[in-house]
């Protein structure tokens, strides 16, 4: 049974940067579209970006880009996401999860997902 445990999340300020990390148990990530996610109080969740584990392939909600990368170790089957110049909106718990098959148009969709970690919870001051 695939799980994944995201870690790293924390407090920071306007401007810092964290890298949230999600650790593959259970099976070897290959050929697997992989997203992160993230959902703020009130609000439904949002993809973040995903990362296709076949070639290495990325693509980021416009909200984040040119802020955040996504990167892959499959090596340690560990999904990483590094977040710079962090901003108030980003507050959220930031959840990471799994599509069996290469990542599509419909990457930012929740249901386009069958496994989920538990999050990590991110919060950002201004």
């Known amino acids: 049974q695939v799980q994944l445990v995201e870690s790293g999340g924390g407090s920071v300020q306007a401007g810092g940067s964290l890298r949230l990390s999600c650790t593959v148990y259970?099976?070897?990530?290959?050929?697997?579209?992989m997203a992160w996610f993230r959902q703020a109080s009130r609000k439904e969740r949002e993809g973040v970006g995903s990362i296709y584990i076949g070639d290495g392939s990325t693509v980021y909600a416009d909200s984040v880009k040119g802020r955040f990368t996504i990167s892959q170790d499959n090596a340690k089957n560990i999904l990483y996401l590094q977040m710079n110049n962090l901003i108030a909106e980003d507050t959220g718990t930031y959840y990471c999860?799994?599509?069996?098959?290469?990542?599509?148009?419909?990457?930012?969709?929740?249901?386009?997902?069958?496994?989920w970690g538990r999050g990590t919870t991110v919060t950002v001051s201004s």
């Open positions: 259970g099976y070897s990530y290959n050929w697997w579209c």
């Open positions: 999860a799994r599509d069996p098959s290469r990542c599509t148009g419909r990457w930012y969709l929740p249901e386009e997902y069958s496994t």
